[in-house]
Every structure is written in C-alpha cells, then in structure tokens.
C-alpha cells in the first residue's frame, strides 16, 4: 500500500460560533472547498489525525469556517487551535487555486537552463513568495518576485527564474 502523502495548507487559527466550527485559514486562494470531505492535523508524535468535515462555509480567499463531526461546541473544538492543517495531496490538487502561490509546490525551479530542484516548500510575503528547494543537498531558499521570476510552465510543472548574481553561492559557498 502506497504511503499517503499530505501538505500543509494553514493552520486552525480559532472557534466560531457555539456548534465548535473552526476557523481555517489557508493559502489555497479562492476556492469553494465543494464536497471537502476530511482534513488533517498531526499528534505529538508527529502522525497525521482525520477531522471528518460535516459541512464548509467560505468567509474570503484564506479563511473558511468548518463544521467537523463530534465536534460540537466551542470547547471540543478550542484545543484544534493553533495547529497546522494538512490535506492529503489528491485534495490539495483539488482545492489548491491555480493562482495560489501553494500551487506551485512540486515545480521544478531552473535558473535559466540549469535545473535548481524541486520547490518543497512556499511562504508567502507581502512582496515576494519564498520557494523552499535543495540544491546539491543543501537547503536553498528562492524569492519568486516580478524581477526573478520569468516564466511559470503549468503544463510541464516548471519555473524559470533569473537569480540575483550571488544568490546561491550564499547556501551553497
């Protein structure tokens, strides 16, 4: 059996209202979260726990309130707080908005021909998007901004990107 794969997609970020419904705020950009059926969070052990989703009720682009099952008042749900949320990678396919910087995960990153790695990683900053990558074993991070950023192939899941001079002898020396 094929290991499960998921992605961090935002985190719990509160309680709404007295039926225990959780704040879930995102990076997937505007979506409408249609027959979303589960979403996880991970224990202390760092295993990833099912939340059954009774119903989803989009409040803007990154934030959305979720009815779980056996969650029905605010204190059953208060402990979800703060935690990060994952979806499974079929889901995040899914959910995940064309346009959402997070969509990006998975994308192969080429400074011009030469092939940098694979983005693992995406953090989204007022003025750029940080891609998390590793180069020759070293973790690298990339800014994705009108500057660097050159071409987005969706089609053949590439990058190109025109790298400050220097950039990369920073991580790798």
């Given amino acids: 059996m094929k290991q499960e794969e998921y992605i961090s997609i935002g985190k719990i970020a509160g309680v709404y209202g007295l039926r225990g419904e959780i704040v879930l705020q995102h990076a997937l ?8 059926r589960k979403i996880f969070t991970r224990d202390t052990a760092g ?7 009774e119903s989803v009720r989009v409040k ?11 969650v029905n008042t605010p204190e059953q749900a208060r402990p979800m707080v703060r935690k ?4 499974s990678a079929e889901d995040f396919k899914r959910y995940a908005s064309k346009t959402a910087p997070i969509s990006l995960l998975g994308y192969t990153v080429k400074d011009g021909k030469q092939v940098l790695g694979v983005i693992q990683e995406v953090i989204e900053q007022p003025h750029q998007v940080l891609c998390r990558l590793t180069v020759r074993g070293r973790e690298v991070w990339i800014p994705l901004h009108e500057e660097s950023l050159k071409k987005v192939d ?20």
């Fill in 84 to 87: 990060e949320a994952w979806f």
């Fill in 29 to 36: 950009g505007d979506t409408t979260f249609e027959a979303l």
């Fill in 60 to 70: 803007n682009e990154t934030e959305a309130y979720l009815k779980l099952e056996e």
């Fill in 47 to 53: 295993n990833f726990f099912p939340w059954f989703v």
């Fill in 154 to 173: 969706h089609r053949y899941k590439n990058i190109t990107v025109q790298l400050p001079d220097g950039l990369l002898d920073i991580y790798l020396g």
